[in-house]
């Protein structure tokens, strides 16, 4: 089963193939996975959603979504310690049997069905899959946490990683534009595979307590994301759900990095939600955006947009020629040209 769900995710459209991303993620696997180092293939899928698993066969896959919301290198570890964990303990097989325990034969065709994978549902049959595979019991999830706590630590990773990283997950939750999402005791993953609960947390907090030192290793991390924050953003947007989004750009900003492309996302927040002082919002994050080195050149557009709306031709005009000079080979460069020869005397 797990062979065929791995065949899925090497053939998905998805999957991220950047050489440079996946030998890190590939290095701090194999740190908290010691003698399990052999058995992992690890994949890179672009889903915006915090998840990973990895499956009885070795192969595992880190979704962009926790790549986006971890803040370090020491939380990426844990997480990665803890799948590892489910891995070495088997909980996976331990699951399947429970269900063929309990004669579910309807539970136990659906995912053999799922990972066969029947072609009339696509993406959404093996993203099933996933689900029921890799959905464990508490006991397990603490279990796991326990593992990957102590394969943190012993690679030299801050003890607190796990413990703020649930936390962060929980205070995103709170944070959803969503009142169902906001009432779950959190989304751990888009499946709610990995429960999060007060009990994991106390217990991660006083493991945590009992240890001393280890690294985060933050910078080494950001390098190893920041060719992605743009696109990993984007597809979050695509979300709509503006609350766990601006949460995330927080963090993101924490340390004061990477600030054209966030200022640029919390305008982007708000030129789509459109509420009640958003446009104005929105051009002031534009222009915080365009201060940096790192803004996205499509917060130029945007401006000379508003700035055209307002009859402000003139700073319309250079708005929209920065664009295209950061951009020369943006998809919309004739659309923006034409923009341009709309404005009146050609924005002079």
């Not at 065709?109 to 049959?125: E, H, K, L, R, W």
């Not at 924490?254 to 009640?276: F, K, M, P, S, W």
Request: negative net charge; aromatic residues 8%.
């Amino acid at each position: 089963m797990s062979d065929r769900a791995e065949i899925e995710a090497r053939a998905s459209g998805q999957l991220e193939s950047d050489p440079a991303l996946n030998a890190y993620l590939r290095a701090v696997a194999c740190r908290v996975a010691a003698a399990h180092c052999g058995d992992i293939r690890l994949y890179v899928m672009n889903r915006p959603y915090f998840n990973a698993q990895m499956a009885p066969n070795g192969y595992m896959e880190v979704w962009s979504g926790l790549l986006l919301r971890a803040e370090n290198e020491a939380q990426l570890a844990f997480v990665l310690g803890h799948e590892v964990g489910h891995y070495s303990e088997r909980h996976s097989l331990s699951m399947l049997r429970t269900i063929r325990g309990r004669s579910n034969a309807a539970a136990v065709f659906s995912i053999i069905t799922a990972v066969a994978g029947v072609p009339i549902v696509g993406d959404i049959v093996y993203l099933g899959t996933i689900a029921s595979v890799f959905g464990f019991s508490r006991e397990k999830e603490l279990q796991a946490d326990t593992i990957g706590f102590d394969r943190a630590i012993e690679a030299g990773y801050d003890p607190t990683a796990g413990e703020t990283l649930w936390n962060n997950l929980i205070a995103e939750t709170r944070a959803s534009d969503n009142p169902d999402v906001r009432r779950q005791e959190t989304r751990g993953s888009v499946f709610r595979t990995h429960p999060l609960s007060a009990d994991r947390i106390a217990a991660l907090s006083e493991r945590a307590a009992q240890s001393s030192g280890g690294q985060t290793h933050r910078e080494r991390y950001r390098a190893a994301i920041r060719p992605f924050l743009d696109e990993w953003l984007r597809a979050d947007l695509r979300r709509r759900d503006y609350g766990q989004t601006s949460l995330v750009l927080d963090r993101l900003a924490a340390h004061g990095e990477d600030l054209g492309t966030v200022e640029y996302y919390r305008g982007e927040i708000n030129r789509i939600r459109r509420g009640e002082g958003d446009r104005e919002r929105a051009i002031q994050h534009y222009t915080n955006a365009i201060a940096h080195p790192d803004a996205p050149a499509a917060a130029w557009r945007e401006l000379g947009e508003y700035a055209a709306r307002d009859n402000r031709n003139a700073e319309a005009a250079q708005f929209f020629r920065t664009y295209l000079e950061r951009a020369p080979d943006a998809g919309d460069r004739a659309l923006v040209e034409a923009r341009l020869a709309q404005l009146p005397g050609g924005g002079q």
